[in-house]
């Protein structure tokens, strides 16, 4: 049962354009949400994340929109850079009674391709 | 992400061997998280811990695999008698006792099971 669902397995944008990528899930307990992007033989490195009592959440080229009602999340960067090249793996954590960090339930990653 | 360390970066093992993953946490962070990457596939949950204390294993198998977050001491992921299946990336991550913060991950583990 796969509860974050990446649909993009990849994506190709030419540099200076837009990268939207998106992010669904099916559980409406799910209150926190993480974007984090890996290059290959290394680990996952945060990028930006939304509460759900946020529509957008915005740091420099990167912006996260959520629309609760239709459980979409999407990440847009602009403008894209040939360093942004990577996998983008969107993330969705519970309501956490102890207050912190809790297990992410991770998508399947879409891989972004920025081209020159 | 660098604050992470995980050790070793490799690791080979034949069939039936035992596999010791170490996860040394960022500094002031007292909440360690393991997760397992199959090829092509997303990140899994595994288990959560604290300082001596497992919160949450709902994502481990129920045999041969166990975790440990001592009071001294990295974290270790422990699997017993290895089977190919088993062949994954394994990453470490930790965060700080805050209210939802994100966690910071490790390089990894790639294991091999031969």
């Known amino acids: 049962d796969q509860q974050v669902k990446q649909n993009s397995p990849s994506l190709s944008v030419q540099e200076g354009r837009i990268s939207i990528l998106n992010c669904d899930y099916t559980n409406s307990m799910f209150d926190y949400f993480l974007w984090y992007k890996k290059y290959p033989a290394e680990g996952p490195t945060f990028l930006i994340s939304?509460?759900?009592?946020?529509d957008k959440n915005e740091d420099g080229r990167f912006t996260v929109f959520l629309n609760k009602s239709a459980k979409h999340l999407s990440l847009h960067i602009v403008p894209s850079q040939p360093g942004d090249s990577a996998v983008y793996f969107c993330a969705a954590s519970l309501g956490d009674y102890t207050g912190t960090a809790s297990k992410l339930t991770f998508g399947t990653g879409t891989r972004l391709q920025v081209t020159l | 992400n660098a604050g992470v360390m995980q050790n070793p970066r490799h690791l080979v093992r034949r069939r039936g061997q035992e596999a010791r993953l170490r996860c040394s946490p960022m500094k002031g962070h007292s909440h360690v998280y393991w997760y397992r990457q199959l090829p092509e596939e997303g990140l899994k949950f595994m288990v959560y811990?604290?300082?001596?204390?497992?919160?949450?294993e709902s994502g481990m198998p129920k045999e041969r695999f166990s975790a440990e977050f001592p009071k001294e001491g990295p974290s270790i992921l422990r699997i017993q008698q290895v089977v190919r299946g088993d062949s994954a990336a394994y990453f470490c991550?930790?965060?700080?006792?805050?209210?939802?913060?994100?966690?910071?991950f490790g390089q990894g583990t790639r294991l091999t099971v031969v």
């Open positions: 991550a930790s965060s700080p006792p805050s209210r939802k913060s994100e966690a910071f």
């Open positions: 939304i509460s759900s009592i946020k």
């Open positions: 811990l604290q300082k001596e204390n497992i919160i949450d």
